[in-house]
């Protein structure tokens, strides 16, 4: 645990899932902190993704930028408008992304699918939620996406999104009672052989849905008993012409969450 560049482990044996299910996160890691003996700052590579036994769920097509790039990869197999609709309606598209034993943490390599040819990272502000459904922080998230999958047809989405390697997370939780302010700026870079082959950014102002109302669509007639991660959406998209290849360095900065690093596998 860290405040104000000071680390600390906590004496409690807390863990991840203990916080998920808390009354009240904050406090009880504020409490944590207070009892807890100082300790070196650790590697950052050496980091595993904050995760226990929680959910990563996701939600699509919340900033426009989204929107157009699913329109276009979807055209031919007649389901453009499918992504136009869903954007300006009441219901959010939430989806289930990730298990944790399929998210991978700081430095670790995250997976393109072997049958796809068109493979994205989406990088998102991604929301700790409790098991009563309040958001008490949040992370960096990598959404890796199989854009020609999902293309071919809407319902390949699950194939497209879901699969080994096919989330990270880190490199820390940000625990606080305070939503991500509008000007969040959300950045990301993708590096081959040393050289950046993409970059972009775009701010959680961008996202057009409430991130409390995700929230509450995501628990409607639905539980988490260890609580969930909630992707928010991507407002940067590579151009048509991208694909990952191996040994890509992916890096997204959402500060004050820091840098996700991950490589391709």
Known sequence: MEQDGVFRRPATGMDFDEMFTATDPVRRVEQAFADAASTPAPDEFGLLAPIQSQEVWAAGVTYLRSKS?????????GGGDFYDRVYDAERPELFFKATPQRVVGPGAEVRVRGDSKWNVPEPE?????????????????NDMSSRDIEGQNPLYLPQAKTYAGSAALG?????????????????????????????????????KRPLPSLVEYLFRDNSFPHGAWLMTGTGIVPPDSFTLAR???????????????NIVA
Do not use: H, K, W
């Open 171 to 207: 490199p820390c939780l940000v625990v606080t009672d305070e939503l991500p302010g509008r000007d969040m700026a959300i950045r990301i870079a993708i590096l081959r052989n040393g050289r950046t082959v993409f970059s972009g950014s775009t701010d959680v102002g961008q996202i």
């Open 69 to 77: 790039a699913r329109m276009e990869e979807a055209r031919d197999a």
């Open 247 to 261: 040994r890509d360095e992916i890096q997204i900065t959402i500060e004050p969450v820091g840098m996700l690093r």
């Open 125 to 141: 502000l991604t929301l700790a939620i409790s098991s009563a459904g309040r958001i008490f922080g949040y992370s960096i998230g």
